[in-house]
Structure formats: structure tokens, C-alpha cells
């Protein structure tokens, strides 16, 4: 996967370490509320250390796409403004499914960014370049929770099609 993804007004960069703050700060603006009920990882005591650790994790693992099917493997970016060049959220792709070529796609928008289309445009940019990038892939999942209706328009915008409610397929903060 290519490390920088530029579309509709929007640079998906791969995170890099000089991220954490900007992780941070678009993370602490967003924790509690609706947002926290549909991202825990954003909890209302959520410190730099967990931007760290995470940014760590996935610059870790942008260092070995040897096996873009391996079980952990996950290509993660964040996504930025193209004229402000300010953090508006992230998203990635995760949960690689070796037999059938397929990834899930994620993502996430910064509350003061939201019903601006940045995850749908992150989305659909993100879907087109794996589709270049990775020519064994076949399929590409946006999972949301039957409840979380915004997500479902922001996939819907990006080109997905909703095939179905999968009962039973999420845990979101520790809820089925």
C-alpha cells in the first residue's frame, strides 16, 4: 500500500510518529458523548501515552507489509486537510481475511469535522487505492452498528451497499 493518498480535498497519510499530538488533540476534543459510544478507545480520561501506543503499534507494523494477509496486519492512516493541513480524523484498514483477499475499512472524524463527507471521502479514496495497490484483493468491509446511523451514510456516500445486519458480529466497548 502506498504510504500517502491524496482525493477530494483530503491527505491520507500513513501515522507517523510526529502525529501523537495531533492524535491527541483531535481525540481529547472528541472524547465522551456520542462519540465515545461508538469509538471506547476515545474514553473521557483518554491520555497522549494511548496516541503513543497506538501510533507506535501501527508504524510498527507499516514495517513489515510483507504478508498483507497476515492475522494483525492493518494499513492505517491519518487523514488531514488538504489546504489546512489539520488532523481531521483517521482510517485504515484492518482484519485481513486470507482466504477470501478481503480487509475491513475503518474510520474516524474528529467531532468539529463531523457532516462534512470526511469519512466518505476518506473511505472511497481509501477502497480505490487498496483495490490498485493490493491486486489479490476482492472485497473490502465497512462494519457499523445497526444504531450507528451516521456511519451508515458515510459508507453508504463512499460507494458501499448494505448487504445485511449481521446480528451478533460486533462488540463496541464491551456491548454485542
Known sequence: MRSEINSENLILRKYEIEFIPLVFEAAYESRGGEFSHWMPWCH??????????FIEKTVENWKNTDDVWREGMQFGYAIFDAETEKLLGGTGLNQP???????????????????RGVASRAARALAKAAFEDLPE????????????????????KAGAFREGIL????????RL
Not at 472485497?139 to 453508504?156: D, G, M, V, W
Not at 446480528?167 to 464491551?174: D, Y
Open 137 to 156: 484483493l476482492n472485497r473490502i468491509e465497512i462494519l457499523s452498528a445497526a444504531e450507528n446511523i451516521p456511519s451508515q451514510k458515510a459508507a453508504e
Open 97 to 115: 481475511g486470507k482466504i477470501h483477499k478481503m480487509f475491513n475499512l475503518g474510520y474516524w472524524v474528529r467531532t468539529s469535522e463531523h457532516n
Open 44 to 53: 473521557e480520561n483518554y491520555t497522549i501515552e494511548e496516541s503513543r501506543e
Open 167 to 174: 446480528r451478533k458480529r460486533l462488540i463496541i466497548g464491551g
